[in-house]
């Protein structure tokens, strides 16, 4: 029999940390949601102490979630550990993972604390948190650069204190595969009591390399990953989950273990994730990419006509390419409408809300054929925004665009309840439209980013916008959604806009720590 192969989701908290994906409480929740469909063993669900939002978002996950453990973060500081232990406490199994940098870089000059100091942290760090939970994880932040005596000296004692997970994390992305497999394996047989925890990784993707250190680490003994969805995380992102279980599947004439993901709901997460993120995934990404199951070669069609296995290692359906594709229509009724729904983890608070989804439903049924999951997710993620959203509504679009004339919008937008509108010009339709929202909230904001993807195929498909905007250093990303591509990209603007206004200040999880006494 196969080892079971630990699968620790962090897209609702290192996922969250790409700059503009930050997440509602209740989007948390819907993603926590189809984590647990896919059998995820841990969800880490955020970190309490960064702030108020963040302390509700993983109590309501702990509230919900009933079949994965539920997990918070904290520094080695009694506030987080506290704040973190206060999250999960709803939890049916809940875990505390606590963190302290151990390599020398980040000891000098960061926590400005010696290594005997550390030590002393960390141990103390593990035990106040097993005073409230029997299931702590700790992390020595930058193991991958830090000396292998110390480590070893630090996991020794965080696993007699208590630790009964201890993860190596690359947190820069610097190692090479064939390094890191070889320190989990050096940690393993050099750590006098290495059996009485659990050895997890957690492989940031600088170099592109997260997936690659990851597998190198299972295949020295590490028998827990820490991964997100599409990769998802700050910087170049974290080691993507569906490769992670993918490559340990389909290689089972290399690995000894296996995970108990139900892989057919993988595309479903991945699209969820996007879709609530704004981060679309490009077309070639493995196992969730519009391409990854796409045959365009002569020879690769006849190969795969002829027989699947000449160029598909993997089965389209067994990630769930073909097992969301339930069809709704203008003629489906509340019940169905309710019932698919709730199959895609979807619930409603109240007959209200269920009845303002399904006008939207239908409103989105006038307007194209056929309705797909993907639309309903992104029906859901819209109507969530425009709730959010009370600050900045868009009442009404114009635009005008026509061949050697230059394009005009006229836009009509409610601003704390009052009616404002603005006329505008721009190099597009889509330009003149964000010049005349500018003209009405000048937000003196520098627009980073925009980007458009379908959400199903063919021409009447939603199109998916996403606007990233910066003012003085701060960074957040708004979504839109519709088949009329230029009102997406309004809806995109002013959600972005509203982030900006009302979005709180959180801290973020690997800011040095000796300002809060460690």
């Not at 209740?26 to 949601?33: C, G, L």
């Not at 500081?77 to 206060?86: F, H, L, N, S, T």
């Not at 302290?100 to 980040?106: D, F, R, V």
């Not at 029906?379 to 959010?388: H, I, R, S, W």
């Given at each position: 029999?196969?080892?079971?192969?630990?699968?620790?989701?962090?897209?609702?908290?290192?996922?969250?940390?790409?700059?503009?994906?930050?997440?509602?409480?209740?989007?948390?929740?819907?993603?926590?949601?189809?984590l647990e469909?896919?059998?995820v063993?841990?969800?880490?669900?955020?970190?309490?102490?960064?702030?108020?939002?963040d302390?509700e978002?993983?109590?309501?996950?702990?509230?919900?979630?009933?079949?994965?453990?539920?997990?918070?973060?904290?520094?080695?500081?009694?506030?987080?550990?506290?704040?973190?232990?206060?999250?999960?406490?709803?939890?049916?199994?809940?875990?505390?993972?606590?963190?302290?940098?151990?390599?020398?870089?980040?000891?000098q000059?960061?926590?400005?604390?010696?290594?005997?100091q550390v030590?002393?942290?960390?141990?103390?760090?593990?035990?106040?948190?097993?005073?409230?939970?029997?299931?702590?994880?700790?992390?020595?932040?930058?193991?991958?650069?830090?000396?292998?005596?110390?480590?070893?000296?630090?996991?020794?004692?965080?696993?007699a204190?208590?630790?009964?997970t201890?993860?190596?994390?690359?947190?820069?992305?610097?190692?090479?595969?064939?390094?890191?497999?070889?320190?989990?394996?050096?940690?393993?047989?050099?750590?006098?009591?290495?059996?009485?925890?659990?050895?997890?990784?957690?492989?940031?993707?600088?170099?592109?390399?997260?997936v690659?250190?990851?597998?190198?680490?299972?295949?020295?003994?590490?028998?827990?990953?820490?991964?997100?969805?599409?990769?998802?995380?700050?910087?170049?992102?974290?080691?993507?989950?569906?490769?992670?279980?993918?490559?340990?599947?389909?290689?089972?004439?290399?690995?000894?273990?296996?995970?108990?993901?139900?892989?057919?709901?993988?595309?479903?997460?991945?699209?969820?994730?996007?879709?609530?993120?704004?981060?679309?995934?490009?077309?070639?990404?493995?196992?969730?990419?519009?391409?990854?199951?796409?045959?365009?070669?002569?020879?690769?069609?006849?190969?795969?006509i002829?027989?699947?296995?000449?160029?598909?290692?993997?089965?389209?359906?067994?990630?769930?390419?073909?097992?969301?594709?339930?069809?709704?229509?203008?003629?489906?009724?509340?019940?169905?409408?309710?019932?698919?729904?709730?199959?895609?983890?979807?619930?409603?608070?109240?007959e209200?809300?269920?009845?303002?989804a399904?006008?939207?439903?239908?409103?989105?049924?006038?307007?194209?054929?056929?309705?797909?999951?993907?639309?309903?997710?992104?029906?859901v993620?819209?109507?969530?925004?425009?709730?959010?959203?009370?600050?900045?509504?868009?009442?009404?679009?114009?635009?005008?665009?026509?061949?050697?004339?230059?394009?005009?919008?006229?836009?009509?937008?409610?601003?704390?309840?009052?009616?404002?509108?603005?006329?505008?010009?721009?190099?597009?339709?889509?330009?003149?439209?964000?010049?005349?929202?500018?003209?009405?909230?000048?937000?003196?904001?520098?627009l980073?980013?925009?980007?458009?993807?379908?959400?199903?195929?063919?021409?009447?498909?939603?199109?998916e916008?996403?606007?990233?905007?910066?003012?003085?250093?701060?960074?957040?990303?708004?979504h839109?959604?519709?088949?009329?591509?230029?009102?997406?990209?309004?809806?995109?603007?002013?959600?972005?806009?509203?982030?900006?206004?009302?979005?709180?200040?959180?801290?973020?999880?690997?800011?040095?720590?000796?300002?809060?006494?460690?």
């Amino acid at each position: 029999m196969s080892e079971q192969l630990i699968i620790f989701d962090t897209t609702l908290r290192d996922g969250e940390q790409s700059p503009g994906a930050s997440m509602t409480k209740d989007e948390k929740v819907r993603i926590a949601r189809q984590l647990e469909r896919m059998r995820v063993d841990i969800i880490e669900a955020g970190f309490p102490a960064a702030s108020p939002g963040d302390f509700e978002a993983v109590r309501a996950v702990a509230e919900t979630i009933q079949d994965s453990t539920v997990c918070g973060l904290a520094r080695a500081v009694e506030k987080d550990i506290d704040r973190a232990a206060a999250a999960i406490e709803p939890a049916k199994r809940g875990r505390i993972h606590t963190f302290i940098a151990t390599s020398p870089i980040h000891m000098q000059n960061k926590l400005r604390m010696t290594p005997e100091q550390v030590l002393e942290r960390a141990v103390w760090a593990v035990k106040r948190a097993r005073q409230y939970t029997d299931d702590v994880e700790f992390s020595p932040e930058d193991a991958g650069r830090s000396e292998i005596d110390f480590l070893c000296r630090v996991l020794e004692a965080v696993i007699a204190a208590g630790a009964t997970t201890v993860n190596i994390p690359d947190t820069v992305g610097y190692n090479l595969p064939h390094q890191f497999g070889a320190l989990i394996k050096t940690l393993r047989e050099k750590v006098p009591n290495s059996d009485k925890a659990v050895f997890s990784v957690h492989c940031h993707n600088d170099l592109g390399l997260a997936v690659a250190n990851s597998l190198s680490a299972v295949l020295n003994g590490a028998r827990q990953v820490e991964c997100t969805i599409n990769g998802l995380g700050e910087r170049a992102g974290n080691a993507a989950l569906e490769e992670i279980v993918m490559a340990v599947r389909t290689r089972r004439d290399t690995f000894i273990c296996d995970t108990r993901i139900d892989t057919t709901q993988i595309v479903p997460a991945s699209r969820l994730v996007s879709n609530i993120t704004g981060f679309p995934v490009q077309p070639n990404k493995a196992i969730v990419g519009a391409n990854a199951f796409a045959h365009e070669s002569g020879i690769h069609q006849d190969g795969v006509i002829k027989k699947r296995e000449t160029y598909e290692i993997m089965r389209a359906e067994d990630v769930g390419w073909a097992a969301n594709r339930m069809v709704l229509g203008k003629h489906s009724g509340r019940n169905a409408f309710r019932t698919r729904l709730s199959e895609l983890g979807i619930e409603f608070k109240s007959e209200a809300e269920l009845n303002d989804a399904f006008e939207r439903f239908k409103d989105l049924a006038d307007k194209k054929h056929e309705i797909f999951d993907e639309d309903l997710q992104a029906l859901v993620t819209e109507a969530g925004l425009e709730q959010a959203d009370e600050k900045l509504k868009l009442v009404y679009l114009k635009v005008a665009s026509e061949t050697g004339t230059r394009p005009q919008a006229s836009v009509t937008l409610t601003m704390n309840g009052v009616k404002k509108e603005a006329h505008a010009e721009g190099g597009g339709p889509v330009d003149a439209a964000f010049k005349a929202i500018e003209a009405i909230v000048n937000s003196m904001s520098q627009l980073q980013l925009y980007s458009v993807s379908n959400i199903t195929s063919g021409t009447d498909s939603q199109g998916e916008v996403t606007v990233r905007l910066e003012k003085a250093g701060r960074i957040v990303n708004g979504h839109g959604a519709d088949t009329d591509i230029v009102i997406a990209s309004a809806k995109a603007y002013l959600n972005a806009l509203s982030k900006l206004v009302t979005t709180t200040a959180r801290t973020h999880p690997q800011a040095g720590a000796a300002a809060d006494g460690v």
